[in-house]
């Protein structure tokens, strides 16, 4: 059986199970293409092509497909005209596909990896997986969120020896746990609370470093002012478990670091000044609306539910999506210009 004769038997099969009325025999056809595949409905049909038929039809094909192919889950319906002048079957239902799954990347040696990697050009393309990269030039905030242990920590630590060659680094870690550690032996800056001050104490210091950055966005705005295609050396501000920074802190430093952060998110794009966020959660209480809108590498670890995914992903649905299981798994969606806009399953690279 070919994949076109293979996915009108699942298709035709699983639409139909348990329903007596609608027959959807002999009232659709497929057609396969190498980078998708087009349900292809026969008008009069006795179903309505509409957001629920579409996402069902997902659902049905990602898993019968897998794992020759994944199939790229859509926000909303995804129509194609097929040009063909014939009124019952003049348009379609796209659903992208690429060959194979995503695959991790497993690398000996983290520094090696990256001291490997020779002009500053390959450097600033971070591999993600087997071939995926994000081009650290056409992304301007990335958000790691996920439970405890599903390897947020170790995703940190492949970006921080990423930026390490590319980037300089302001580190700021409230738990004083991994990202401090990684700052003392790679002789980086970090920001960690100290024992003889107090929280709101801490958030002010971080208050200062982000000033500092944002001083550093006026100066490079003038600079493009003159010369619109300067380019900087980026900056880039990392936060470990976010939340420790908002909660428990007096009302006025927690404001002015929002405020900070709300005003880097937005403006650091046009001058290089970057934002890494790292939190179990992005909930609004964590991060305001308006600093997650700004987010274009977003990454949800652990376990992936409709619930889960709500806050970084408030318009997926993540029902079919076939993710594999083990540490350092979720989805991934990078927003640029040169990525689909799809959320893929990831697995983040093991060293
Ligand atoms: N990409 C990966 N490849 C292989 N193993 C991984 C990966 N990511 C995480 N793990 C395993 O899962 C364990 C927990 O990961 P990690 O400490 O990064 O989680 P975390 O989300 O930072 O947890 P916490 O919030 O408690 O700090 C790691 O010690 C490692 O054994």
């Not at 790229?72 to 796209?94: A, C, D, M, T």
């Not at 920590?153 to 492949?158: K, N, P, Q, R």
């Not at 104490?201 to 966005?217: G, K, P, Q």
Request: net charge negative; glycine share 4%.
């Amino acid at each position: 059986m070919d994949m076109k004769q293979y996915l009108t038997r699942c298709i035709d099969m699983a639409l139909d199970a348990g329903s007596n009325e609608t027959s959807y025999n002999n009232s659709f056809e497929i057609e396969v293409k190498p980078n998708g595949f087009i349900f292809v409905p026969r008008f009069p049909a006795g179903f309505i092509l509409n957001e629920s038929l579409y996402q069902r039809i997902y659902e049905i094909a990602a898993a019968a497909v897998y794992p020759e192919y994944t199939v790229l889950k859509q926000s909303s319906i995804y129509f194609v005209p097929l040009g063909n002048h014939i009124f019952s079957v003049e348009r379609g239902l796209f659903y992208p596909w690429f060959k194979g799954t995503p695959t991790r990347l497993n690398i000996d040696d983290l520094d090696n990896f990256f001291n490997s990697r020779k002009d500053y050009r390959e450097k600033m393309l971070i591999p993600l997986m087997k071939d995926y990269y994000v081009d650290y030039e056409k992304v301007t905030s990335i958000a790691i969120a996920g439970s405890t242990g599903s390897g947020k920590s170790m995703l940190l630590t492949y970006f921080l020896s990423a930026l390490r060659q590319i980037s300089q680094i302001v580190i700021i870690d409230p738990k004083f746990d991994m990202p401090a550690r990684w700052a003392r032996d790679h002789t980086e800056k970090a920001i960690t609370p100290s024992s003889n001050s107090s929280k709101s104490d801490f958030v002010s210091a971080v208050n200062d470093a982000l000033e500092s950055a944002l001083t550093t966005i006026y100066q490079r705005q003038q600079a493009l002012f003159q010369n619109v295609n300067e380019r900087f050396r980026p900056l880039s501000i990392v936060i470990d478990e976010l939340a420790a920074l908002t909660i428990g802190v007096n009302r006025n430093v927690k404001d002015a670091f929002l405020s900070l952060l709300s005003q880097i998110s937005l403006l650091g794009r046009a001058t290089s000044v970057h934002l890494i966020l790292v939190s179990q959660r992005f909930d609004h209480t964590v991060v305001p609306t308006a600093i997650r809108d700004q987010m274009n590498v977003l990454i949800e670890l652990g376990h992936i539910t409709t619930k889960n995914v709500q806050f970084l992903f408030p318009d997926l649905d993540p029902s079919g999506i076939v993710i594999p299981q083990g540490p350092g798994v979720g989805i991934i969606q990078i927003i640029d210009d040169q990525h689909f806009d799809n959320v893929l399953p990831f697995l983040a690279p093991t060293y």
